[in-house]
């Protein structure tokens, strides 16, 4: 006993003496005090430690003190996450999917390598750089890093094509491929322009100044722009599309911050935009964000247009990307932005948890079906610059119109259908069975929309497909009486996006996209024209 004693008490001591801390100086840093307690954690914790892995951890832990918006992203991560704000990437230039173990492409990009020598939609990709892909448990990201590359750098790939036996061995040179931020830009009713952006890259201006002079050129008189969903982006890209909706020098955005004095993006009054007059909807939800609520909410506070849809989500904060030494990179929070009204339109974030559960606090509140469930404080309340309409900050740009969120059609029929992914890859397959019949019958997307219907029979192979996908999906005849409509009408999107490109699931499925439609309704029935807007602009 009196060994064991002895034993414990000597580990003891050496674990002290081993553990002494090194002596401060008077200017001990917060940076030395990590590195003395990553020292002792490398020197005498339990277990082998990831150094990177850890001091990740603590990065992170440090920027969510601040707020939730900055954010540390690690070196392996830059590239893709840059991609989106790029406006670009560096591939073969195909949109992929895997089906049954096979990489199918879905789509080559216009201009990009792979469409120039010649590969196309349906075919097979069966190996790359002699390697089978064909059969091996292939995931995304292993697609990804194996088609990306540097610019000018070659990959061999092997094409089985349907109705030959034997692969072509293609050699591909990697390029820039672009990455679109405009979904689709169509006319959606007559006189009635319609453009769907899904992000603020450094390509967004170019590509909404191009879809608006095309749809001029096809007889555009209202233009509604679509911004559900659309998640922010670039700063300089909403101060851009702002000048082609305002006129003059007027102010579209300003923000200020402790190291940043206050700083005002205006509209060029050299310039003229490419719609600074004419009727302009812009459509919000509550996934509308950061560049788009500063786009909104400067064309509402210059009662330049109206905002149709639900509150957007609230973030009212700039952030700057720094990059750091080991190719990692920090997006930091540097300033709070205002709408030209002087609103801020950042909702709390002192309660983290809260934070990241607001959209369920709005639905479980109402506020996703009813308008008069969100109660803003007088504090809130601003005015508009030209007619002194009232606005409100402190959570997101408030729609001029408010549109309930319909959820009438949303089973648990087609939500355990859409959850394995059925529609994706049951109009995959369906289309590569019948490409070539498909195409003879079909020759552009308005005649498919025309003469396309999806039956009692394919529905049936449908349900079919979804089952063998998911053993435990179980078929309810009056849940898919409810949701016949939403079902058919989203595998026939899905298919026509096979067929056609991506464009085509849009101009298909809008007939549901319920904020859209309430704008197209207020034009065509002149309610636009009635409500309290600037006559010019």
């Known amino acids: 006993m009196k060994q064991f004693i002895l034993t414990v008490v000597t580990v003891a001591a050496w674990a002290v003496s081993y553990a002494q801390p090194v002596t401060k100086s008077p200017a001990y840093t917060n940076g030395q005090r990590i590195e003395e307690i990553l020292t002792y954690i490398d020197k005498l914790y339990v277990d082998e430690v990831q150094d990177k892995e850890l001091m990740d951890a603590a990065i992170v832990a440090m920027l969510e003190k601040l707020d939730p918006h900055s954010t540390y992203i690690s070196k392996e991560e830059v590239d893709d996450a840059n991609q989106r704000i790029e406006g670009s990437f560096v591939g073969i230039g195909i949109r992929f999917q895997i089906l049954k173990d096979t990489l199918i492409v879905v789509e080559t990009i216009a201009g990009g390598p792979s469409e120039k020598l010649g590969i196309r939609a349906g075919d097979k990709i069966v190996s790359i750089e002699g390697q089978s892909v064909a059969g091996v448990g292939l995931k995304n990201t292993q697609v990804r890093e194996k088609l990306l590359g540097d610019i000018g750098t070659k990959v061999r790939v092997d094409v089985l094509r349907k109705g030959t036996k034997k692969a072509q061995n293609y050699v591909i040179t990697r390029d820039r491929i672009p990455v679109n931020s405009v979904d689709c830009s169509y006319i959606v009713a007559p006189g009635i322009g319609y453009i769907k952006l899904n992000a603020f890259s450094r390509s967004s201006h170019d590509e909404i100044t191009k879809s608006i002079k095309q749809l001029k050129s096809e007889g555009m008189e209202s233009l509604i722009l679509d911004l559900q969903g659309n998640g922010g982006g670039l700063l300089n890209q909403a101060q851009l599309l702002g000048d082609e909706f305002l006129s003059e020098d007027k102010l579209i955005v300003y923000s200020e911050g402790r190291a940043y004095p206050r700083q005002d993006l205006k509209a060029n009054p050299k310039s003229v935009g490419t719609w600074e007059k004419g009727r302009l909807i812009v459509l919000t939800d509550e996934n509308s964000a950061s560049a788009s609520e500063i786009l909104a909410g400067s064309i509402q506070d210059w009662d330049r247009g109206l905002i149709v849809g639900r509150r957007s989500y609230g973030k009212g ?180 996006q096979d067929l056609f490109g991506s464009e085509a699931f849009y101009e298909i499925y809008n007939v549901k996209n319920e904020i859209l439609q309430q704008a197209i309704a207020l034009i065509q029935n002149s309610k636009y024209d009635s409500m309290n807007l600037a006559k010019t602009n």
Do not use: C, W
């Not at 932005?337 to 990241?356: H, M, N, V």
């Not at 529905?459 to 089952?467: I, P, Y």
């Open 317 to 496: 904060l700039v952030q700057r990307p720094i990059d750091l030494t080991d190719g990692s990179q920090m997006r930091l929070t540097i300033a709070r932005y205002f709408t030209p009204s002087g609103r801020f339109i950042q909702k709390s974030y002192e309660d983290l948890e809260a934070y990241r559960n607001d959209y369920m606090t709005r639905f479980l509140n109402g506020e996703m079906s009813y308008s008069d469930s969100i109660k803003l404080p007088d504090s809130l309340k601003f005015e508009t610059k030209l007619m002194k309409r009232p606005v409100y900050g402190g959570g997101g740009i408030m729609p001029d119109v408010f549109v309930p969120i319909d959820t009438v059609e949303i089973t648990d029929v087609y939500r355990d259908a859409a959850s394995t992914g059925g529609f994706n890859t049951f109009a995959l397959t369906y289309v590569e069975d019948n490409r070539d019949e498909l195409n003879k019958k079909y020759e552009n997307l308005d005649q498919f929309i025309k003469g396309f219907t999806v039956d009692k029979a394919l529905m049936d192979k449908f349900f079919a497909h979804v089952k063998k996908e998911d053993p435990e999906f179980k078929f309810d005849e009056k849940e898919y009486a409810i949701s016949k409509d939403i079902m058919t009408l989203r595998l026939k999107a899905n298919i026509a």
